[in-house]
């Protein structure tokens, strides 16, 4: 029976109600929302504002109408870097950020963006004195990811967002990896801007992604054009969220999101949590006990990735062999984190990534840990 342990990239299976509310949408509905006054487009309008207030819910998000939707985590990230940063600022981050933050951060240093990295130890801790020292560089954002998708290493934000605040410098945070596993509060935090995938954590299908800018804050829109509002104005609307939603909405997806937050409320994220933690431990126990095989351990772990390398194998050659031999779908190489696999010391191989999520059980756990160990007895 098929395994698929690689949650961290995309979760799957997701729930039931998810695939019912894309086809609800598709084949039910079917007008677009926003953009006409008539029943179906208000049906459509509805499948979107419900997921909106359910996304504003699990974020800790106070005003449902400070949530956008793109279409990938990627995206939002996009727009906050290059809406909110201008040749001379000096911006933040971490050596454990996906290449979703290191790219476009590139392409703005060649415009005359100042990037500094704090170092992470190989543990994945955030040096928080040099941190502290770095806040009071004149910044104009901080950009940090909640959890490294290498080994589910967690930062702590709670108290890097009351950094943030006391130096009055916007936290930007990358929740791609937590949300939907970590409790998140945006709110109490003073976050201030928020990207997620709707894809992972929040149990949603590929192709939405969420974007949350504090109201103070004038981040500019990457993308202008029709938002089914003030049509009789050339320039893009103000508010949010139309300034950031131009373009017909992924409404299936979005419903379809609604439905995967549906369900992590109902079955409670400490539950969510705590099984993915429960399985990461197996695993990590599991793998800790074969011969030649080094888990990346984080000092503080946060969401169920664990990363391993095995002595005298490439990560791509064990993940090859689970794939074909044991039809075990897990992750190999740099997890588009080349930074990360620096700061982790696994730079350029990578690892191998088992992500569990809250559909994978313990008896799928010790399959995969017995499968390993058959590797490793047939390693030449
Ligand atoms: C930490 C982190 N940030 C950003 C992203 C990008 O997410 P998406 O591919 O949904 O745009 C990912 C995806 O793996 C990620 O792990």
Redesign the pocket.
């Known amino acids: 029976m098929s395994i698929y342990l690689d949650n961290?990239?995309?979760t799957f299976p997701k729930p039931p109600a998810v695939y019912a509310a894309v086809q609800h949408a598709m084949a039910e509905v079917g007008a677009n929302p926003g953009r006409a006054s008539h029943r179906r487009a208000r049906d459509a309008l509805a499948m979107v504002s419900d997921p909106r207030r359910r996304t504003a819910e699990i974020l800790g998000i106070p005003d449902p109408d400070r949530v956008a939707f793109t279409?990938?985590?990627?995206?939002?990230?996009n727009v906050v870097l290059k809406g909110w940063l201008r040749p001379g600022d000096k911006v933040l981050t971490s050596g454990?950020?996906?290449?979703?933050?290191v790219r476009p951060l590139a392409r703005l240093e060649t415009l005359g963006v100042r990037t500094e990295i704090i170092p992470c130890s190989r543990r994945g801790e955030l040096d928080l004195e040099g941190f502290a020292r770095a806040l009071e560089g004149g910044l104009r954002l901080v950009v940090l990811?909640?959890?490294?998708?290498v080994n589910g290493a967690l930062l702590p934000i709670p108290r890097i967002a009351r950094m943030c605040r006391e130096s009055g410098v916007p936290l930007f945070l990358?929740?791609?990896?937590t949300a939907g596993v970590q409790p998140i509060s945006a709110g109490e935090w003073d976050l201030g801007m928020l990207?997620?995938?709707?894809?992972?954590g929040l149990l949603g299908p590929?192709g939405v992604?969420v974007l949350y800018v504090r109201e103070d804050l004038d981040v500019l829109p990457l993308v202008e054009g029709g938002t089914g509002s003030r049509s009789e104005d050339p320039r893009q609307p103000g508010f949010c969220p139309d300034r950031y939603e131009s373009g017909t909405l992924n409404f299936p997806g979005i419903a379809g999101l609604g439905a995967g937050i549906r369900y992590l409320l109902e079955e409670g994220l400490e539950t969510v949590l705590n099984h993915e933690l429960k399985l990461a431990a197996e695993i990590e126990d599991g793998l800790s006990e074969l011969n030649g095989v080094e888990v990346l351990r984080p000092s503080v772990r946060g969401t169920g990735v664990v990363s391993f390398t095995v002595e005298g194998m490439s990560p791509d050659e064990v993940a090859f062999l689970l794939d074909k031999a044991f039809d075990i779908a897990v992750r190999s190489g740099l997890?588009?984190?080349p930074q990360a696999h620096r700061t982790l010391g696994t730079f350029p191989s990578g690892t191998v990534r088992v992500s569990p999520g809250h559909m994978n059980t313990p008896e799928q756990i010790d399959s995969f840990l017995r499968s390993v160990h058959t590797i490793l007895q047939h390693r030449r």
């Open positions: 961290a990239a995309t279409k990938s985590a990627t995206e939002s990230i454990l950020e996906h290449n979703s933050v990811t909640h959890a490294s998708n990358d929740a791609a990896q990207a997620c995938s709707g894809h992972k590929a992604g997890h588009c984190a």
